[in-house]
């Protein structure tokens, strides 16, 4: 499912570029040298390839604001992963960082976007819309929800243009061909099946961002999936990684799908499909590798 080459990017800036999310835009926007991106990382210094620039949103949220002086759009990647919150990191730091992009959007006349997850849906069942009500059920998709919450209230209180992006499963960044080890063993139901999610792959989602980063007349809260579901099996079977079935407990979710007429009404979407992420997975995977080996030129972008 590789889709066609980015659209023209306008003057964004990227709070958490170091993240995994911020390492396959940094690839695949014109291969981080987009000249009118500037990347942020608390920690630069953790990520292959230069062009990083170092800022604390909370810390020094006036400097935030100073870099953020002639972008259109801020595009907050930064936010507590599950496995930072196990070493220790506050979750309730969602809405603080959103809150600190969305400061500095607002000094700069630009538009905010902010990462959120599908995991503010919970358990609820059916076809997923952004209309629906946030029912998490982990103290991850709890947090992202608080996220939304606060940050629409903000935009209430200002009226700036915010749109939350609920993304779905980033294949290579989820818990299952991110996550694969030896012996690696899923859910599996009596019929076979295995749980069904939302996918999107990383050449798909920085196009649909970077197309993203243009738009103005947004919605508010945006899924960014493609449409249709993907076993984990077949997923994992595409990629000729092996796998062990286990019965599925009473508390597995089978099905979790997003509805994606919002997006595909702004970015026109392939049914997603186990070969074609699977295809975008190993091509993202050799564009990292050739940038932490130093084959690839090192990443470059807007300069202060």
């Known amino acids: 499912m590789i889709l066609p080459q980015n659209p023209q990017i306008p003057a964004v800036i990227v709070l958490g570029a170091t993240g995994r999310l911020g390492g396959i835009l940094r690839r695949h926007w014109a291969g981080g040298r987009d000249p009118g ?5 608390r920690d630069p210094g953790r990520a292959p390839g230069s062009g990083l620039v170092a800022c604390d949103p909370l810390g020094d949220p006036q400097g935030l604001a100073r870099r953020a002086q002639g972008a259109q759009a801020v595009l907050c990647l ?3 992963t599950p ?3 196990a070493r220790g990191a506050a979750f309730e730091e969602d809405a603080r960082l959103a809150l600190a992009a969305m400061a500095a959007a607002e000094a700069a006349g630009a538009h905010t976007f902010l990462c959120s997850s599908a ?3 919970g358990r609820a069942e059916g076809l997923l819309e952004e209309t629906a009500a ?6 991850y998709g709890q947090s992202k929800a608080a996220m939304e919450a606060a940050a629409l209230a903000q935009a209430a209180r200002t009226g700036q243009g915010v749109t939350i992006l609920r993304i779905a499963n980033v294949a290579g960044a989820d818990a299952i061909l991110g996550g694969w080890r030896e012996g690696f063993a899923l859910d599996a ?4 099946t295995t749980p069904a999610r939302s996918y999107i792959g990383a050449a798909t989602l920085a196009r649909v961002l970077a197309t993203l980063m243009g738009l103005r007349d947004l919605p508010q809260l945006l899924n960014i999936a493609a449409p249709g579901v993907v076993e984990m099996g077949a997923l994992l079977d ?3 990684l092996p796998w062990a079935a ?3 407990p009473d508390t597995a979710i089978a099905r979790v799908e997003l509805f994606t007429q919002r997006l595909t009404a702004l970015v026109p979407l392939e049914p997603a499909t186990a070969e074609g992420l699977v295809a975008e997975w190993q091509a993202d995977k050799r564009a990292g590798q050739a940038v932490s080996t130093g084959s690839q030129p090192p990443t470059g972008a807007r300069q202060e």
């Open 189 to 192: 139901y009596p019929d076979g």
């Open 83 to 85: 496995a930072a919150a």
């Open 119 to 121: 995991a503010v849906y």
């Open 78 to 80: 930064a936010g507590i």
């Open 238 to 240: 595409a990629a000729g």
């Open 246 to 248: 286990r019965p599925a």
């Open 37 to 41: 991106t500037l990347w942020l990382a």
């Open 134 to 139: 946030p029912t998490p059920v982990a103290p």
